[in-house]
């Protein structure tokens, strides 16, 4: 006769040295924590809402034969604690202006709380103004966002550490960094130097060498124009050794693809590069061998120039 332990049952039989497994949780409903998707990404949504045993939330989201985005939630939020999951990727503005019709939908259909999460947070790399008369994009989106209503926005691996004070709400930002590390640790790579591609990006690998205990470089780079970058030289020894580009964000590959050939140039073995945001856009995937675009992360770098994708990571754009 067939018998049904409890949770408790099971973890006495399990032992008090043994430790329970995370395992995703069976289809619940509840009517105070709900989880909304925009038409970005709903695949980890999706993801999200198996792994915590939850069914993603209906909203209606379509455009008028202008283009003009229409958003509609077909289920009751009247205080819940909702999460809307809407990465800006490409088309930007487009997923973008979801996320805010969204968020005023749920607003002014009496949510308790809203928050807004963006595993990758567009205008991000536009937190300054280095240039006469140019907007700080990274800070004016964050204002949106405030202003249609969102009470608090997750983002993983923001470009930069300030866009958090941007936001007169709170911000929890998130970091790739723990899984990127596993990944790699498995590969146990020889003689392993991380290399930051630019000067912002040292903090990064600092973390990230520290985590594989390993060497540090930097790449002198001199930005010429937007998605233009000529490297400099590089600050550290890599002769004869296997070296990791660890970034935020890859978008035509052009930093990455020179910060390669110059690590050769310089004696190195192999060159390894991983990222959290793989946007890729124009040469970067025309750039790589038919097929290797399959994942977020780990491209190895044959003689500095090409590489092939390993999904180290969800596809979090």
């Given at each position: 006769?067939?018998?049904?332990a409890?949770?408790?049952?099971?973890?006495?039989?399990?032992?008090?040295d043994?430790?329970?497994?995370?395992k995703?949780?069976?289809a619940?409903?509840?009517?105070k924590?709900?989880?909304?998707?925009?038409?970005?990404?709903?695949?980890?949504a999706d993801?999200v809402?198996?792994?915590?045993?939850l069914?993603?939330?209906?909203?209606?989201v379509t455009?008028?034969k202008?283009?003009e985005?229409?958003?509609?939630?077909?289920?009751?939020?009247?205080?819940?604690?909702?999460?809307?999951?809407?990465?800006?990727s490409r088309?930007v503005d487009?997923?973008?202006?979801?996320?805010?019709?969204?968020?005023?939908?749920?607003?002014?259909?009496?949510?308790?709380?809203?928050?807004?999460?963006?595993p990758y947070y567009?205008y991000?790399r536009?937190?300054?103004?280095?240039?006469?008369?140019?907007?700080?994009?990274?800070?004016?989106?964050a204002?949106?966002?405030?202003?249609?209503?969102a009470d608090?926005?997750?983002l993983i691996?923001?470009?930069?550490p300030?866009?958090?004070?941007?936001f007169?709400?709170p911000?929890?930002p998130?970091?790739a960094?723990?899984?990127?590390?596993?990944y790699?640790?498995k590969?146990?790579?020889?003689?392993?130097?991380?290399?930051?591609?630019?000067?912002?990006?040292?903090?990064?690998?600092?973390?990230?060498?520290?985590?594989?205990?390993?060497?540090?470089?930097?790449?002198?780079?001199?930005?010429?124009?937007?998605n233009?970058?000529?490297?400099?030289?590089?600050?550290g020894?890599?002769?004869?050794?296997?070296?990791?580009?660890?970034d935020?964000?890859?978008?035509?590959?052009?930093t990455?693809?020179?910060?390669?050939a110059?690590?050769?140039?310089?004696?190195?073995?192999?060159?390894?590069?991983?990222?959290?945001?793989?946007?890729?856009?124009g040469?970067?995937?025309?750039?790589?061998p038919?097929?290797?675009?399959?994942?977020?992360?780990?491209?190895?770098?044959?003689?500095?120039?090409?590489g092939?994708?390993?999904?180290a990571?969800?596809?979090?754009?």
């Amino acid at each position: 006769m067939a018998t049904l332990a409890t949770a408790t049952e099971k973890k006495i039989q399990a032992g008090p040295d043994e430790k329970s497994e995370r395992k995703p949780q069976r289809a619940r409903v509840d009517d105070k924590f709900k989880i909304f998707s925009g038409s970005a990404n709903e695949r980890l949504a999706d993801d999200v809402c198996e792994f915590l045993g939850l069914t993603r939330n209906q909203a209606l989201v379509t455009r008028f034969k202008d283009g003009e985005a229409y958003v509609q939630i077909q289920e009751n939020v009247r205080g819940a604690d909702v999460f809307v999951i809407q990465p800006t990727s490409r088309p930007v503005d487009e997923h973008l202006m979801e996320l805010l019709l969204m968020i005023d939908a749920l607003k002014r259909a009496s949510a308790r709380r809203i928050t807004a999460v963006i595993p990758y947070y567009g205008y991000g790399r536009q937190d300054r103004k280095d240039k006469p008369r140019a907007p700080i994009s990274a800070k004016l989106v964050a204002d949106l966002l405030t202003t249609a209503g969102a009470d608090r926005a997750l983002l993983i691996d923001p470009h930069a550490p300030q866009i958090q004070g941007f936001f007169n709400i709170p911000v929890d930002p998130l970091f790739a960094s723990p899984v990127l590390v596993d990944y790699f640790k498995k590969l146990t790579l020889p003689n392993l130097t991380v290399v930051s591609p630019d000067a912002g990006g040292v903090e990064r690998a600092r973390f990230f060498a520290k985590k594989m205990d390993s060497a540090l470089a930097i790449v002198d780079k001199r930005r010429v124009e937007a998605n233009v970058a000529e490297v400099m030289h590089v600050i550290g020894d890599v002769q004869g050794r296997t070296c990791l580009v660890i970034d935020d964000l890859i978008d035509t590959a052009g930093t990455l693809v020179k910060t390669a050939a110059a690590l050769m140039e310089n004696g190195a073995s192999e060159v390894y590069a991983c990222c959290s945001h793989p946007v890729l856009s124009g040469p970067a995937v025309s750039g790589f061998p038919s097929g290797s675009a399959s994942g977020s992360t780990g491209d190895r770098c044959d003689q500095g120039v090409h590489g092939a994708i390993h999904g180290a990571l969800p596809a979090f754009e």
